[in-house]
């Protein structure tokens, strides 16, 4: 059994932006179908999300993952060979949820097995240092290499900039412009901190959690009200083509282009449909790729 979450790990009202200028989005509160799907369903179907944590070297990825899930901050720098993992639970709006923080390393070396660990993620979190503007130029390549082994439609990226205790105000205020700048570009949330003194950190990641578990359930909401639309469709069609096939005494079957001409319910129905009142196939079955050849038989 699994210890209960700690207690500044329990989310119940969306956490704020770092800033308005550059953010995933400003509302005050979580969508109202999250909330809603959360009261009536205490599921663990949207439990998890992967989060890549990517940088230059020695930008303070590890640091930046160690202060949150450890409390700890270590001033000597140890490479970050391949790459390490975290996971940090926390419960939001009452619903269990774990983030899989993996930390990748930096070093070029090491970059062809980093990126082995890059597909799948919700989340990216492009890290750069705030008193180097260098890490901040390589930040979008990062995220290039990131983007790669992901699909752009479905990922949250959040721009960090860390160390925010060796910068004086006015050079933070300089590094800041440029930051939101290129997040407003490449669509990040954009962040400031410092693992050293812990400024912004449990905050920051309050907010990753919050923003990964509403997108998650908003997806699965869509999955399952997509499902379900194509249940009724099929259950309901299937009755008017049988009727057809004793009205007319024929019939639709499918077989698709290698000629193994397997009948198949669905795609027999929605070709149906498709004839009878010109639909587009793709709108009955959504993006399912569709690779068949219409056969009349007579029953
Ligand atoms: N002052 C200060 N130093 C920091 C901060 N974060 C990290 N450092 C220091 O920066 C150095 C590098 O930190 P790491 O977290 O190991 O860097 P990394 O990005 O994981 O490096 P790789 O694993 O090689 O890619 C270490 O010496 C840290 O102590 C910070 O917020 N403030
Ligand atoms: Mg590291």
Request: aromatic residues 10%.
């Amino acid at each position: 059994m699994l210890p209960p979450v700690k207690k500044d790990r329990i989310i119940t009202q969306l956490p704020k932006c770092f800033s308005p200028n550059a953010a995933l989005h400003t509302k005050e509160s979580f969508h109202p179908q999250v909330k809603a799907a959360c009261q009536v369903q205490k599921t663990d179907s949207f439990n998890v999300a992967k989060v890549i944590v990517v940088g230059d070297v020695a930008v303070g990825k590890t640091c930046l993952i160690s202060r949150f899930c450890k409390d700890a901050f270590d001033k000597t720098y140890k490479a970050t060979i391949g790459v390490d993992f975290e996971m940090e639970r926390f419960e939001v709006l009452g619903v269990p949820f774990s983030l899989q923080l993996w930390d990748t390393a930096g070093q070029e070396r090491f970059k062809c097995i980093a990126s082995t660990y890059y597909r799948g993620a919700q989340a990216i979190i492009v890290v750069f240092d705030l008193s180097s503007v260098n890490s901040l130029t390589n930040a979008r390549q990062w995220l290039e290499d990131a983007m790669k082994e992901n699909d752009p439609s479905s990922v949250l990226l959040f721009l960090v900039g860390t160390k925010k205790d060796l910068s004086s105000p006015e050079q933070l205020a300089q590094t800041e412009q440029e930051a939101i700048r290129l997040s407003e570009e490449i669509k990040a949330e954009y962040w400031a901190v410092s693992a050293k003194s812990g400024d912004g950190i449990r905050d920051f990641f309050l907010r990753v959690a919050s923003l990964t578990f509403e997108a998650n359930v908003l997806a699965e909401l869509e999955l399952n009200e997509s499902r379900h639309t194509r249940d009724i469709i099929s259950e309901s069609l299937h009755a008017e083509v049988s009727a057809c096939r004793h009205a007319y005494g024929c019939c639709l079957v499918y077989g698709d282009k290698s000629g193994r001409g397997k009948p198949r319910n669905k795609l027999f129905i929605c070709l149906f449909i498709k004839i009878c009142t010109s639909t587009p196939t793709n709108m009955l079955l959504g993006n399912e790729p569709i690779n068949f050849t219409p056969i009349f038989s007579t029953f």
